[in-house]
């Protein structure tokens, strides 16, 4: 059945392993929302290594199983603190009401959570900003049923920012501010997959990997890794039509199926196949073959090249790709190895 997507567990297990042993004694959290908490999947990072188990949604923490601690990656909605507070142990977060929310949840469930305090040093997506009063963390330190586990970062997400020593060093006085305090900051979350690049690493003891286990790729520059598979998830599409038609549209040009205008160069008749896999199952920016991706609307991927009609076509991924097709209830997940 196809379309599929198809993940080999051994390589999965390899990377994470490899990436485990080679930042020890870093700690990695394994982060798997990018394939839904599939799990096959989550298994084999677990049998590879990882201590934490982290997710942006509850909805993929709450199905796993596991005894190793369960991280909630994306800040939490206010409305979903009493689900938070049951599925998870540890908790990103950066907003003060927010913080006593939680606090008032887990005493509702005679529970104690651990958070770890989210800096923004540039990015512009979560976190406090670096350069402001930590006035906040003697209220939090009163907290019954909170800990305050540890300080993270998260960058080259929304602002692309590459890390260097220098955040790492912010990190590093962050801690000592609020130690000063009479915190004790267990874990220093330093990032994600765009760290990996970064030589030394000592100032940090924690960082949360998703695309370098899954793909094999750092995403600081976007470099495979060497040592680490970049096919550990894979598609397989079925050609469905084959034939020889003109590279240019023949009429006046309006508007695509997503209100774009196309453009095109006129190369010429040449040989064209469809795929039977869509922009509602993938985003073909993100698809990594030999050939030519002439483009795709909801249902069919158009490729350049003399298929034959049942033809199934191989692709590794990007980020993005992965993430929809993963996503998409019309594909189907496949385990091998
Ligand atoms: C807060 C946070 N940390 C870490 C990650 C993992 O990032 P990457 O897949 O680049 O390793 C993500 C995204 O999945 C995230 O949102």
């Keep these: 059945m196809y379309p599929r997507l198809i993940v080999d567990l051994e390589k999965l297990k390899h990377n994470t392993e490899f990436l485990v042993n080679k930042l020890y004694p870093i700690k990695v959290m394994g982060v798997t929302k990018v394939f839904c908490a599939m799990e096959e999947a989550v298994k084999a990072m677990i049998d590879g290594g990882i201590s934490f188990v982290a997710d942006s949604r509850i909805d993929n923490l709450e199905k796993i199983s596991t005894d190793l ?46 958070i770890i305090l989210m800096f923004d040093l540039g990015d512009l997506r979560e976190g406090i900003w670096f350069e402001e009063e930590l006035n906040f963390i003697e209220e939090i330190l009163d907290l019954d049923n909170l800990s305050l586990y540890g300080i993270g970062t998260n960058l080259t997400c929304y602002g692309g920012i590459i890390p260097n020593r220098k955040h790492l060093e912010l990190l590093n006085e962050l801690r000592e501010a609020i130690e000063s305090k009479g915190a004790k900051i267990e874990v220093i979350s330093g990032g994600n997959s765009s760290s990996l690049y970064l030589e030394d690493l000592s100032l940090i003891n ?13 995403t600081a520059f976007g470099e495979i890794l060497d040592g680490l598979y970049d096919d550990v998830f894979t598609l397989e599409a079925e050609v469905v039509e084959v034939k020889e038609k003109p590279s240019h549209p023949v009429g006046e040009i309006g508007m ?3 209100g774009n205008k196309p453009l095109f160069i006129d190369k010429g008749n040449i040989m064209r196949a469809i795929v039977a896999v869509g922009k509602q199952d993938v985003d073909e920016s993100g698809l990594i073959f030999d050939g030519e991706i002439l483009g795709a609307s909801s249902d069919h991927l158009i490729i350049a090249g003399d298929y034959k009609v049942g033809d199934i076509i191989k692709f590794k991924l990007k980020y993005g790709a992965l993430l929809r097709l993963a996503t998409s209830p019309y594909v189907k997940k496949e385990v091998i190895g």
Excluded at 88 to 107: C, G, H, R, Y
């Design 69 to 114: 601690p369960k991280v909630l990656l994306r800040i939490p909605m206010q409305s979903e603190l009493d689900r938070v507070v049951q599925v998870t142990d540890i908790v990103l977060i950066s907003e003060m009401d927010t913080i006593k929310k939680l606090n008032n949840e887990a005493k509702l469930h005679n529970k104690k959570i651990k």
């Design 206 to 218: 924690n960082l949360r990997l998703g695309e370098a286990i899954v793909l094999g790729r750092e």
């Design 256 to 258: 695509d199926a997503f």
